[in-house]
């Protein structure tokens, strides 16, 4: 009989995920293997939603934005119910293995559910915001500091010509990947992180001090949780509930523009990129590595590396324990900050 594994993507979409799938499937194929597509995440083992994926079904798929399984956000260890129907369709398909491909939530349950349900997995760490221990890069991540840096190189045509401040709000959760490298990638003048919590007085200082060395526009980017420093905090309760809401992140762009142009009588604008970070076709570099991930992916199921993810250190494909990767976030490089703050101002 051939060989049967699973594979699904749950949580937040980003680029790469398609090259993902297509990888498992051809490096599944090429071993005489079959690999079943499960539908919107755990959702579809749960209600028995599947589609086998054949060679012709993923062809085409790499440059493609999202994912063709769907996501959803569902975790199977919040009911025993759902538990129980995806121990039973595990069953049914008959599957020896299933590749996960996740962010940090995702890659929790997935731990929780091999650790304590002994169901046989791997997982692929995938988000935008780089925030997995454990690997140097997640797949999404440089696509979206390339829509970033996009963003900044456009906003500094636009600034100049209005000498204005412009602040770009940017994804990330609560890490500050994706602001400093899109901050140092278009030459921002700012660059404000959730590691490092802001005075505000510093900001305007900053940017008047460009303004009196003729330098008429200047580049804001703000971490979607970077916070105020609670000793120079001019968020109202209110608002602060509102912007760092534990759901959803955004907003602080909005507030930090206003309090720049009261503090500094400079003409500021605001934009916020949101899910076009997140949208589109993968970058060259995320094709590349989430291809590299699937093809280990599928090898890690072969050896029965349970419980293990596929990682990249010093660009070699490597494994790491979910334990480790969930562990904690991993924060923004102080290194990778502090290049960023030689260029504030
Ligand atoms: O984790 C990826 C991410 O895009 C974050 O950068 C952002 O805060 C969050 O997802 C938005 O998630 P949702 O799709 O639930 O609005």
């Not at 995806?86 to 049914?92: I, S």
């Not at 009261?262 to 995320?286: A, H, M, N």
Request: hydrophobic residues 40%; negative net charge.
């Amino acid at each position: 009989m051939k060989k049967r594994i699973g594979i699904l993507t749950a949580g937040g979409d980003c680029p790469g995920l398609n090259a993902v799938i297509r990888a498992v499937v051809r490096r599944a194929v090429a071993d005489g293997a079959e690999v079943v597509g499960v539908k919107n995440g755990w959702r579809g083992l749960a209600e028995g939603d599947v589609e086998p994926l054949t060679r012709s079904a993923v062809t085409g798929i790499l440059p493609r934005g999202g994912t063709i399984l769907g996501t959803s956000r569902l975790n199977p260890l919040d009911s025993p119910d759902t538990l129980a129907r995806v121990k039973k369709n595990w069953q049914r398909f008959g599957l020896e293995g299933l590749v996960v491909v996740g962010g940090e939530g995702t890659l929790s349950a997935a731990l929780d559910i091999w650790r304590d349900h002994n169901l046989p997995l791997v997982g692929i760490p995938k988000t935008i915001d780089n925030d997995i221990r454990g690997t140097d890069f997640t797949f999404g991540f440089d696509t979206a500091v390339g829509v970033v840096t996009d963003a900044v190189d456009r906003l500094h045509s636009t600034a100049e010509s209005h000498h204005r401040v412009m602040v770009v709000e940017v994804m990330g959760r609560h890490t500050g990947w994706i602001a400093a490298y899109g901050g140092i990638a278009g030459g921002a003048d700012v660059v404000l992180v959730p590691e490092h919590p802001f005075r505000i007085s510093r900001v305007c200082e900053l940017l008047k001090h460009r303004e009196e060395q003729g330098r008429a526009f200047s580049i804001v980017v703000v971490a979607e949780d970077a916070h105020p420093h609670e000793e120079e905090n001019f968020l109202i309760d209110e608002v602060r509930e509102q912007i760092f809401r534990h759901d959803r992140l955004g907003g602080i762009g909005t507030a930090l523009a206003q309090e720049i142009e009261d503090c500094t009588g400079i003409e500021t604008r605001v934009t916020k990129l949101g899910y076009v970070q997140r949208g589109g076709s993968p970058s060259p570099f995320d094709r590349v590595l989430a291809t590299r991930f699937g093809v280990k992916a599928y090898e890690m199921i072969q050896a029965e590396q349970w419980g293990q993810m596929a990682a990249i250190r010093a660009n070699e494909i490597v494994t790491v324990p979910l334990e480790e990767a969930v562990s904690e976030l991993k924060r923004l490089d102080e290194e990778i900050y502090n290049v960023a703050e030689i260029f504030f101002g």
